[in-house]
């Protein structure tokens, strides 16, 4: 999944640590829920709470993170801004890069929402999988595919010490689906960022059937070491917020399918009316909808619910490439929002 394709800055600072304003880290967090402002308060000191997995580490010594897209970059900007290394791997160089000049926007941004910690952290990249060796947790965040989620997993049981908690980060993927190609299965939790991750202050966390209580007290405590409010749900197809966000979003994209009324309107009505404060269809911007067709076709195959089946209007705006904010257009035109 990650083979030796030769090291990509590997080790060099890409963000040197340094630190915002003082008395920022005791500012509060605002992330955006559904469009509305909500608070959150900040870790008390950049450093966080003591955190030790069964190796005996502080789980927010080395963080790593497999995948530099959307998600992987965000949380990353979401570690770094409280403080705490990561090692970011990719095996591609060029998203590498691109996640560089994320992260450093990112961090801006989150320092004008008073959502950083008081230290920054330090960045270090990689195309190299043996270089998570020394990871006290790993993040995996690719692309939202069972078998190359479940490939990636499975090389970093071979690289990191027995014990060390491996995370996959998912909007859909049963964790007990990956965890049974793994040979240690109870080291694996799951967690379901939203975007953007360093700005929302809720995480959906998923435990197994077979994750051990040693591996689910490291994550939601790197989670609350984070300054984030982690909420355990079971394991399910989706488990709560995909399962009744993402079929409602279709329902949506159908409604425009038909004609029966424009993406604005659609909106418009379960904005005011509704009190859904972005309306679904931005939401499905903001998530990305190649991300959305592939969170639809994992629910609909493990689940038969024809609700799931992504509409035609949705594939073929992702055959076209319009997959929302990331790429300038997707139900609604960001191009003048870009850089």
Known sequence: MFPNLGRVAAGDNVIAPGRVPPGRNRKPIAAPMGGEWKVFPAPASPAGPTVTSVTGDRVTDRVTLLGAGVMGSGIATLVLGQGFPVLLIDIDGAALDKARSDVEAQLRMAQLMGARGGDTGELSTSTVAADAAESTVVIEAITERADLKAAALREM??????GTPLVSNTSSIPIAELAAVLDRPEDLAGTHFMNPAYLIGTVEVVKA????????DAVTGLLTALGR???????????????????MINAAARVVQAGTATAEAVDTLMRDCLGHRTGPLRTADLIGLDNLVDSLAVLHARTGDEDCLPCELLLTKVREGSLGRK??????????AMP
Do not use: C, K, N
């Not at 049981?157 to 027995?162: E, G």
């Not at 059937?209 to 689910?216: C, D, K, L, N, V």
């Not at 409010?229 to 079929?247: E, K, M």
């Open 209 to 216: 059937a077979g994750t051990a209580r040693a591996t689910m």
């Open 229 to 247: 409010v982690p909420v355990v749900v079971g394991d399910a197809p989706g488990f709560v917020t995909s399962r009744i966000l993402h079929p």
């Open 327 to 336: 790429s300038g257009r997707g139900f609604f035109d960001y191009q003048e």
């Open 157 to 162: 049981t071979r690289i990191v010490r027995p």
